[in-house]
């Protein structure tokens, strides 16, 4: 059985406090590659560190070849603030340029602000050990989870592969924001893999337990952990495969939800309800394609940020997606 490790990091704030970051270091007999993961980059992205839980109670129990290092809660000062960033104001957008953007600022500045310290020190002391690199996110729940990763480097794009999660992005450098952790890891020679589970705000233990299941798949694709991969079967690309847009008609309503991110629908099949505000007559949507749906329910980014939008009504003249569906042939 492996070694394991509970230690904090102790990362100074600019007014002298403490802020201490515990982490877990698994330890296998045998030397091979270093794996970190880390979650709760953003504070409501909450999923992770349940799949952090559930990848310490496998590897624990199972024979290591390496090092991996866990981090379930990689920005605790964001998670205590209640919202994706620390100092966030209630219903400010989600944004690339707040000064506390986690995912933004990497690799850090020793004497920064309070976010860019810790990026600093967990850089410094854990991720620069590494060479596979795997920082696990939330999408909202109206989008499937999904697999992200940078398409230059192809041992990476093997690695979202082998999560076998139905959907992986592949990005390319122009469409990379220069202080994620993904893309300063890519460069730095290492591997990267981001992971998008599906639902922000609580803890969705079936997203755990599929992203659970994906990791240990990549974690024995990389002889880390024993036993033999499993190879991917239907897997689709964003942007880049087949797919179809439905949008409310002309007209004033509720959306009812039939089916959720991620699910596979036939053709025809039933995926949403539009209930008529003032009359209450129904309108059916139904899938015009056999697919997975990506994206169901809402149309605008980031609406888990801004309260008031969060409520799934369309207004007169507005083009409001319902959903977006990868075909399968």
């Known amino acids: 059985m492996p070694s394991l490790e509970k230690n904090a990091l102790r990362v100074q704030m600019p007014d002298g406090s403490f802020v201490e970051i515990p982490y877990f270091k698994i330890k296998g007999g045998f030397y091979s590659p270093v794996v970190y993961i880390q979650a709760a980059q953003h504070g409501v992205e909450l999923t992770g560190v349940y799949t952090i839980k559930l990848l310490l109670d496998s590897i624990v129990s199972t024979d290591v070849n390496g090092t991996i290092i866990l981090v379930p809660v990689a920005n605790p000062l964001a998670v205590k603030w209640r919202r994706h960033f620390y100092k966030m104001e209630l219903g400010e957008p989600y944004s690339s340029y707040h000064p506390h953007q986690m995912n933004r600022l990497w690799p850090g500045k020793a004497d920064g602000n309070e976010t860019e310290r810790i990026v600093y ?16 996110h939330c999408y909202e729940q109206w989008i499937a989870p999904a697999a992200l990763v940078n398409g ?47 639902g922000q705000r609580w803890v969705f ?39 179809v847009d439905v949008y409310a008609p002309e007209g004033e309503w509720i959306i009812v939800t039939l089916k959720t991110a991620g699910e ?10 539009l209930l008529d505000m003032n009359s209450l007559k129904e309108e059916t949507i139904r899938s015009p394609v056999r697919g997975v749906i990506y994206w169901i329910g809402s149309t605008r980014s980031h609406i888990d940020t801004r309260p008031s939008e969060e409520v799934q009504v369309v207004l007169k003249g507005e083009k409001y997606r319902i959903a977006t569906i990868y075909a399968v042939e």
């Open 205 to 243: 233990p079936d997203q755990a337990k599929l992203v659970h299941k994906g990791l240990m798949n990549v974690l024995r694709y990389l002889a880390v952990i024993p036993g033999e991969p499993i190879k991917p079967k239907l897997q689709l690309k964003l942007r880049r495969d087949k797919h």
């Open 264 to 273: 596979e629908v036939g053709e025809g099949e039933e995926i949403a309800k």
């Open 121 to 136: 020190d967990l850089y410094r002391n854990l991720v620069e050990q590494a060479d596979y690199v795997m920082d696990l």
């Open 152 to 198: 230059w480097d192809e041992v990476s794009v093997r690695l979202a592969e082998y999560s076998l999660l139905p959907f992986i992005d592949v990005y390319e450098k122009s469409n990379v924001h220069r202080g994620m952790l993904s893309y300063v890891a890519t460069e730095a020679g290492k591997h990267a893999l981001t992971i998008e589970h599906s």
